[in-house]
């Protein structure tokens, strides 16, 4: 079951923390995030899995970046944060999906107990100008059912900024 807007607002402080809260960004069953205005690229175009990959930092200034088909740009929101009880689930808004910018590749579902920023995973179909700040994507939150175990991975919970791959600690 996803919960309702006002459910989501009802659970502030409790299950869901979301910081900075804004009323206006809560939706009839999501609340929108917003980009924050630094992104990550990686600095070569073959990744390998097995090797931390260099990444360079670009900032979006206010007067817009234009992104190219063909990268990825990670990015992270400016909203920090936490869900207990509930799967947090995240989505790119329809209005930035009618632009041809996808918010993320398949990282779209979290786990149980995440805290921390959501790194997009964003990349175009065409040319677009992005701006710092923009609602960019949603949270919704499912229920869950049964005895569960809280997301306590080293890799990502607790970030305090963009996260590439960390799938090479894997291979270690």
Known sequence: MILSGKEIERRLGSDILIDPYDPECLNPNSYNLRLNDEMLVYRN???????????EQLRIPPEGLLLQPGRLYLG?????????????M??????????GLFVHVTAGFGDVG???YWTLEISCIQPVR???????????????EGEFVEYRSGK???NTGIQPSLIYREFQ
């Open 45 to 55: 175009h073959e990744l390998d899995m097995k090797v931390p990959n260099d990444t």
């Open 76 to 88: 992270r929101t400016v909203e920090y944060t936490e869900t207990r009880n509930l799967v947090p």
């Open 90 to 99: 995240l989505e790119g808004r329809s209005s930035i999906g009618r632009l």
């Open 114 to 116: 995440f805290c921390g």
């Open 130 to 144: 992005i701006y710092p700040f923009i609602e960019i994507c949603q949270i919704f939150y499912h229920t869950i």
């Open 156 to 158: 990502y919970q607790k």
